[in-house]
């Protein structure tokens, strides 16, 4: 037999695409190894790291015969990119060489070879096993550390092997590697290493935070420096319910294809949070073949921004379409890149840069034109985006010392989940796929969100004395229909409205 062919995969973006691995052996005078298909460094490189791993797994070295070998990685269109290629070339070579024979129909092999034969891990399992299962394979052989990842999927038949030979030893029929056992999702609820009674003091801050995470809203917190921004920003992590198991695989899926999945799988939401020197790119995502960025790794969770106001412009405005429509769009000459960006923004900036601008205390020392050119920095259209902006005051001494008696993360988690479960039966009443109030387009709130003749006539009130744009009108109904899910009413009272309208900014005004 002079032609072969096995299957693998790529993930492409966060999609994945199959590839076949076709070689092919021809009698000729010379030795040449061709890798075709558009591969990139890391795949032509293939050839001498599959070239070594025969020959140190027992087997003839490609190398010893004079023969023109060419390797196809199919569809040819489509650039092939890293490692994970190893393993299909060198069965796919030694099916063509007749040196070990099996059937390859409904089995997917991905992983990188050492040169002494071993597998080493590769990124991007999960997805890869979420598209097996998917599309009819039956088995997916991959590195021994790649398999708790991928056991998550069941329906699944996945082998681990530590190197090439243990591999070849199974399909042979000659030492069988023993099928793996599902992985078991931890359900642990979320854990901060923060507690909200840590934080002395700042009532009206955690309320704000407990209706931001009950109905998925945006929120921005201002106030002098030390006064406990940061730090209710990581309590606010841990008041969060737990994932849904799609928006788990989803998220364990992301951090994978990213190489920076710490946990086998994502129960909690992602905590992501860049320093404002981040660069746009990073945080947007892109480059030659397009990544994802924080926002998309932040996907499903939270995104953190301490000191909002010192991220570069453009930065802060690539915000308005992933906070709008919950995704990013990255175009590039070679084409278009969707990524998921359903992420709740939490925001922490001082008033003004020295940090004293509107509160008591200390004096504001700015310039006229710090103030403007700090200022300049928040546009109209992201904070209308904004739903809940909290003012954090300096804290007392007095409210420093002894014990704290606040409310834990604990308590206000139990009332989010009821919240939240609330809103879920509401949707799902009218047939609506919504898991939070922040989801809710403006024809849902039609069908969804009655407001009696007072509520309306006060929020259209307030409307026009602070100016709301129509944004920010649904914005504020809402947050209003949060409010009434944490006090446990169907309807919409006048006081849900006006204490939604309390958290538009004021003193931080633009």
Known sequence: MSFSKVYSAQTQLLSVIPISVETD?????LFAFAIVGLPDKAVEEARDRVSAAIKNSGFKSPKANNHKIVVSLAPAEIKKEGPSFDLAIALSYLMANSEIKFDPENKLFLGELSLDGKLRPVNGILPVA??????GFKELYIPTENVREAAIIDGLDIFGGSSLQ??????SGTVKIPKAERTLVDNAKSVSSVDFSDVRGQERAKRGLLIAAAGGHNCAMYGPPGTGKTMLAKAFAGILPKLTFEESLEATSIHSVAGILSDTFITNPPFRAPHHTASYVSLVGGGTTPRPGEITLAHTGVLFMDEFPE???????????PLEDRVISISRAKGTAHFPASVLLVAAMNPC??????????????????????????????MDRIDIWLEVDKVLPSDLSGDSEGDKSETFRTRVEHARRAQKERFSKKGRNLLRNSEMSARDMVTLVTLDKESRKTLDLAALR??????????????ARTIADLEGSEEIKNA??????EYRPKKFDV
């Open 25 to 29: 052996i021809s009698r000729g005078t």
């Open 130 to 135: 979420r598209f097996a299962k998917k599309h």
């Open 166 to 171: 243990t591999i070849i030893e199974h399909l």
């Open 311 to 321: 991220f570069d412009r453009r930065v802060i405005e690539s915000l308005r379409q």
């Open 353 to 382: 840069p020295c940090g004293n601008f509107g509160f008591r205390g200390k004096s504001c020392i700015c310039t006229p034109s710090a103030l403007a050119r700090y200022r300049r920095k928040m546009s109209g259209p992201i």
């Open 466 to 479: 602070l100016g709301f744009s129509p944004r920010v009108y649904h914005r504020m109904i809402k947050v």
């Open 496 to 501: 849900h409205i006006l204490e939604a309208v």
